[in-house]
Each structure stands twice: as structure tokens, then as C-alpha cells.
């Protein structure tokens, strides 16, 4: 059940993409006092590139970074190093064959990009990204290191969506925040859940401040966050 920190009455549950199939947020489907509504509002779709710059690291922000990336058999240079935002992207990669060199560990950007500057010394790196990223980790970077940022995928928002209340929103994203506040308001009655400071700031210029944020960018952070 739901933890008593938060509310025994809640009965409907809403996040902004679908959940992993052997995630923590499973248990909610088969659980028949709580709705769980796992939908994106953002569509997603490739970018075309023709070149990969050779560089000693690889880095990724999103599991749709690395799907998008590697989807165009990229030529990588030998004996690449690979740095994640999270464990669930670090897992992710290995799917493609590929170790990560450096993890993000917890949820502020901020701190994930000062101990990927110091894993990166003055090497170069490649960002392959979205088309609007907020490139939260190049800004945080060294002028002596050499980025390059690679678009692979661009997000675009749905409008032929329709989510009826739910007690917990939970925003994977700035884009989907956007996406939901091109159709609803918020109740003051809803418990809003940001995934990441970037989201939870979207959700400010809604004047959207009493916002949870979960410990990591995980499945399972959410889960601890609202369970047991």
C-alpha cells in the first residue's frame, strides 16, 4: 500500500511514459485498488546523422540517447569510455554490449556533471542528445575539454491524449510537463512528482512550487519514494 507519509487514500496513479516491464511500478497493475495510468505525451522520433566524432568519452543522458545513438551503427573510436546519467541507463547500455566507465549516482544534475568533469580530466567528449536539450552536463564542463553534441532523436508534443484525474502525477521530463499543461491545471488536491530538478523547475513556471522529488532516476526511486 502506499505509505502513510503520503496518504492511504490513493487510488489512481499517472506517469508521463510507460514503465519498465520488470520495474518496481509493475506491482501496481496487478494491484486492484490502484489505477495506474503509464502514458507518454511526448512523441519521439530519429535525427539522422552521417558523422560520429572521435573522442575519448561517450556520454548519456537518457536511455533514448543511447537507443537513437546506436541505432545508426555508429563508428566509435577504440577503446571508448562510456559515462551514464543513472544505473538504469548504465543497464541499459549493457544491452548493447557496452560497459559504463562513469555513473551518475543520485538525482542533481549539477553534482552528477563535477564528478563527470573530474572522471573526464581534459579528455573530448560526445553528447549525442535530443535537439532540445538543456545540455545540463557540457555547461558544467571545463574550457579545456572538447565537447561535441550529436542530435540523434528530437521530441515533439501529443495533443490527441486524454488523462482523467489521478491522485499522484508523476513528470518524467520538462517536455511532458508542457505537453500536460497544454490540456489540464493541476488540483491542489493532486501530489506532484518531478523526475529530476530540470522537470521540477518546468513545473514552477506553472506555479507549480509543493513538488517530491525521488532520490534517484529510477523506477525504484519512485517506488521508495511512495511505497513502504
Do not use: H
Amino acid at each position: 500500500m502506499i505509505s502513510e507519509a503520503i496518504s492511504q487514500d490513493i487510488k489512481s496513479v499517472f506517469i508521463s511514459r510507460k514503465v519498465d516491464e520488470n520495474g518496481a511500478f509493475t506491482r501496481l497493475k496487478s494491484d486492484s485498488n490502484i489505477t495506474l495510468i503509464d502514458e507518454p505525451l511526448i512523441e519521439i522520433n530519429p535525427v539522422r546523422y552521417s558523422y560520429t566524432p572521435q573522442t575519448k568519452w561517450i556520454f548519456f543522458s537518457s536511455k533514448n540517447s543511447i537507443t537513437y545513438f546506436f541505432a545508426q551503427n555508429p563508428i566509435l573510436p577504440a577503446n571508448v569510455n562510456y559515462g551514464v546519467v543513472s544505473i538504469v541507463s548504465a543497464n541499459y547500455l549493457l544491452t548493447f554490449g557496452k560497459e559504463a566507465n562513469f555513473i551518475g549516482q543520485g538525482n542533481n544534475m549539477l553534482q552528477i556533471a563535477k564528478d563527470f568533469k573530474e572522471a573526464l580530466k581534459n579528455d573530448t567528449v560526445l553528447f549525442p542528445q535530443a535537439i532540445d536539450s538543456l545540455q545540463s552536463i557540457q555547461k558544467q564542463l571545463s574550457f579545456t575539454n572538447t565537447c561535441y553534441n550529436l542530435y540523434v532523436y528530437k521530441t515533439s508534443i501529443k495533443s490527441d491524449f486524454t488523462i482523467p484525474y489521478t491522485d499522484i502525477l508523476i513528470f518524467t521530463s520538462p517536455s511532458n510537463v508542457l505537453s500536460y499543461f497544454n490540456k489540464y491545471k493541476i488540483d491542489s488536491r493532486q501530489l506532484v512528482i518531478a523526475m529530476g530538478d530540470a522537470t521540477k523547475y518546468k513545473l514552477t513556471e506553472y506555479g507549480i512550487f509543493n513538488v517530491l522529488v525521488p532520490n534517484s532516476f529510477s523506477e525504484n526511486g519512485l517506488y521508495e519514494l511512495l511505497f513502504n
